[in-house]
């Protein structure tokens, strides 16, 4: 049990670095990630992670990256969990027709090969981070609908959902403030490996040439660092960070994650 | 066979809601229909271009276009991709085997792996060599696949030079395919592992409170073949979902793998069509795609139905 607790604190901290990081890259980079110096520098004293084949300081990308990154993962898994959320509520509560239509709906949507649509998506349009969040929230909700749902009918039965009926509150006050708090315990880790999938998803996409190269992410440093001639040349110090960087903070939400799931003893699937 | 009428009727709903709108998304995007059709590669003059049109039928009504389009896909007519030079479905019929090469042998032995390791390691006491396992998959599960592959290829090719960098020829002896699908599944099957064994760790957890399990151990067996013969087949069902629902994800997955490692499958294509913004060919790729996922929930559903049985006297 110690084990666990201490486990859990190490993923709350690294998160929120990254969070802190993001929010503070102003202040904590040394240089504008745009500001151009001599290109394809090694780490030295005043670029720790070298620079470059712009001359763009390699360590003040890493900071700023982090924010698009963390925007695309976090907002997408907002978006995705909200609508997850509001489809496994209502179809849990009300059943019947309802809930036959939108598991339907569920179905059909967990068939759909999310990247390979959202690639065609952004090879049509101009790719942008919004569109990318946009599009994986609205295609990665299936999994918490099913979990939310299947969460809600237990929980409808009970007897405290029942004694509310009785006492004759609306529907809708029962679902938000009788039946969603009891939900959170799923959703939670629900949540957290949402982010994870969303930020792997970016990720890989920005590695096929789809991000968005007005707001750099650590995913769209890779794919630079890699058309460029990063590998080739063994600049570790420019591919390397970005994709750690990646694992970190998905290590860290996952384990918070499925550590929050052990804990609570819920199975999600 | 054991799958219910709905559930078939639900995938087929699914196709057709995923056909049409692989038919909207070049319609209704910004730009010229035509090079949304055609690809960006493809430079024609004026009068062309009409011909085009008729013969692609843009001139006809929409009603009309989308039968034309049904009809074209019942008689596998994913139309013509000028940068290849090619028909899109011959294409795409030439690069499948290679991704499909890969992807098979990696779902079994990520499928085997993990759920043995992960059932030992939800079994198990929270020891040592447990602890390092978990945190081994939980990376690897946190990491983007084709990352994993970018730096094996830098350790095993690039440093050390024990495998080859790139792809591999159709002309190849088996020892060669081998050699060079080796990294590749390797790196998927960790992938796909991680997955499963997260999964099955969680199962195990849950399954081995449950009280056949106490009884188990008053009858007096030991460990493990409590582990094996009683709460295994209990605790795989969500693995075996898992794998279904995970289909569409590992097959991108692979895609991007296959990209890292210059293999001549279906994500090399996707990616040679994206830069050259191919669009024939990606839609002719989603299609394909959106056929094997579909069809991998259907198998999926029917094993399950033959493992549970359960499931089978609901229908």
Same mark, same amino acid.
């Given at each position: 049990?110690? &084990?666990?607790?201490?486990?859990?604190?190490?993923?709350?901290?690294?998160?929120?670095?990254?969070? =802190?990081?993001?929010?503070?890259?102003?202040?904590?980079?040394?240089?504008?990630?745009?500001?151009? +110096?001599?290109?394809?520098?090694?780490?030295?004293?005043?670029?720790?992670?070298?620079?470059?084949?712009? !001359? &763009?300081?390699?360590?003040?990308?890493?900071?700023?990256g982090?924010?698009a990154s963390l925007v695309v993962g976090i907002g997408a898994a907002i978006i995705a969990t909200?609508?997850g959320?509001?489809?496994?509520?209502?179809?849990?509560?009300?059943?019947?027709?309802?809930?036959?239509?939108?598991? !339907?709906?569920?179905?059909?949507f967990l068939?759909i090969p999310r990247i390979p649509l959202i690639i065609i998506l952004a090879a049509?349009?101009?790719s942008s981070n919004w569109l990318i969040m946009l599009a994986l929230g609205l295609l990665w909700w299936t999994s918490t609908?099913?979990?939310?749902?299947?969460?809600?009918?237990?929980?409808?039965?009970?007897?405290?959902?029942?004694?509310?009926?009785?006492? !004759?509150?609306?529907?809708?006050?029962?679902?938000?403030?009788?039946?969603?708090?009891?939900?959170?315990?799923?959703?939670?880790?629900k949540f957290m490996l949402t982010v994870a999938t969303a930020m792997i998803s970016e990720a890989s996409l920005s590695f096929l040439g789809l991000g968005d190269?007005?707001m750099?992410s650590w995913g769209l440093m890779i794919n630079?660092?890699?058309?460029? !001639?990063?590998?080739? &040349?063994?600049?570790?110090?420019?591919?390397?960070?970005p994709g =750690?960087c990646i694992i =970190?903070f998905v290590y860290?939400i996952v384990?918070?994650?499925?550590? +929050?799931?052990?804990?609570?003893?819920?199975?999600?699937? | #066979?054991?799958?219910?009428?709905?559930?078939?009727?639900?995938?087929?709903?699914? %196709?057709?809601?995923?056909? *049409?709108?692989?038919?909207?998304?070049?319609?209704?995007?910004?730009?010229?229909?035509?090079?949304?059709?055609?690809?960006?590669?493809?430079?024609?003059?004026?009068?062309?271009?009409?011909?085009?049109?008729?013969?692609?039928?843009?001139?006809?009504?929409?009603?009309?276009?989308?039968?034309?389009?049904?009809?074209?896909?019942?008689?596998?007519?994913?139309?013509?991709?000028?940068?290849?030079?090619?028909?899109?479905?011959?294409?795409?019929?030439?690069?499948?085997?290679?991704?499909?090469?890969?992807?098979?042998?990696?779902?079994? @032995?990520?499928?085997?792996?993990?759920? %043995?390791?992960?059932?030992?390691?939800?079994?198990?006491?929270?020891?040592?060599?447990?602890?390092?396992?978990?945190?081994?998959?939980?990376?690897?599960y946190s990491s983007p696949p084709y990352f994993l592959g970018?730096?094996?290829?830098?350790?095993?090719?690039?440093?050390?030079?024990?495998?080859?960098?790139?792809?591999?020829?159709?002309?190849?002896?088996?020892?060669?395919?081998?050699?060079?699908?080796?990294?590749?599944?390797?790196?998927?099957?960790?992938f796909?592992?991680s997955r499963?064994? #997260?999964?099955?760790?969680?199962?195990? @957890?849950?399954?081995?409170?449950?009280?056949?399990?106490?009884?188990?151990?008053?009858?007096?067996?030991?460990?493990?073949?409590?582990?094996?013969?009683?709460?295994?087949?209990?605790?795989? %069902?969500?693995?075996?979902?898992?794998?279904?629902l995970d289909f569409g994800f590992l097959l991108s997955g692979a895609l991007f793998v296959?990209i890292?490692?210059?293999?001549?499958? #279906?994500g *090399?294509?996707i990616y040679?069509?994206l %830069?050259?913004?191919?669009?024939?060919? @990606?839609?002719?790729?989603f299609?394909?795609i959106?056929?094997?996922v579909?069809?991998?929930?259907?198998?999926?559903?029917?094993?399950?139905?033959?493992?549970?049985?359960?499931?089978?006297?609901?229908?």
């Open positions: 049990m110690n &084990n666990k607790r201490k486990l859990n604190r190490f993923g709350i901290f690294l998160v929120a670095m990254f969070v =802190l990081i993001a929010i503070l890259a102003d202040i904590i980079s040394p240089h504008d990630p745009w500001d151009r +110096f001599e290109p394809y520098e090694k780490p030295n004293r005043n670029h720790i992670l070298g620079t470059n084949d712009i !001359g &763009n300081d390699i360590f003040s990308e890493l900071i700023h982090s924010r909200l609508l959320l509001l489809v496994g509520l209502f179809s849990g509560y009300f059943k019947g027709t309802l809930d036959e239509m939108f598991m !339907g709906i569920t179905d059909i068939m049509f349009l101009n609908a099913r979990v939310v749902r299947s969460r809600t009918l237990q929980v409808r039965e009970m007897d405290y959902v029942a004694s509310a009926k009785c006492l !004759g509150f609306r529907n809708s006050h029962i679902i938000f403030s009788d039946i969603l708090p009891n939900i959170f315990p799923v959703v939670v880790p190269p007005s750099k630079f660092a890699l058309i460029k !001639g990063g590998l080739v &040349n063994e600049m570790w110090w420019w591919y390397l960070p =750690l =970190l860290s384990s918070l994650g499925f550590s +929050f799931e052990e804990r609570k003893k819920v199975n999600l699937r | #066979m054991f799958v219910s009428k709905k559930k078939v009727l639900r995938y087929f709903i699914a %196709l057709f809601i995923i056909f *049409t709108l692989n038919f909207i998304i070049p319609r209704a995007m910004p730009g010229d229909p035509i090079t949304n059709l055609l690809g960006e590669n493809f430079i024609a003059s004026e009068t062309m271009i009409q011909e085009l049109k008729i013969e692609l039928g843009l001139n006809k009504s929409l009603p009309a276009q989308y039968l034309d389009y049904w009809k074209d896909i019942f008689t596998l007519r994913f139309g013509y991709s000028y940068h290849f030079n090619q028909k899109v479905i011959s294409l795409i019929y030439m690069r499948m085997k290679w991704t499909l090469a890969l992807l098979f042998p990696s779902i079994l @032995l990520g499928a085997i792996v993990g759920t %043995l390791l992960g059932a030992l390691s939800g079994w198990k006491k929270n020891n040592m060599p447990n602890k390092a396992t978990t945190w081994v998959f939980l990376a690897t970018i730096i094996f290829l830098y350790i095993f090719s690039f440093k050390w030079g024990l495998l080859p960098f790139k792809g591999f020829y159709e002309t190849g002896t088996l020892l060669d395919v081998i050699q060079h699908l080796f990294l590749p599944i390797l790196i998927m099957s960790a796909t592992a499963n064994y #997260m999964i099955m760790r969680g199962s195990v @957890l849950i399954e081995k409170e449950k009280l056949y399990v106490v009884y188990a151990h008053a009858k007096g067996l030991y460990g493990n073949s409590i582990l094996f013969r009683h709460i295994f087949k209990n605790a795989s %069902l969500p693995v075996f979902t898992l794998i279904a296959e890292v490692f210059s293999m001549n499958g #279906m *090399t294509l040679e069509a %830069l050259s913004r191919d669009y024939p060919v @990606l839609q002719g790729c299609l394909i959106t056929i094997m579909i069809a991998a929930n259907f198998i999926a559903d029917i094993l399950y139905s033959i493992i549970d049985p359960r499931v089978r006297e609901k229908t």
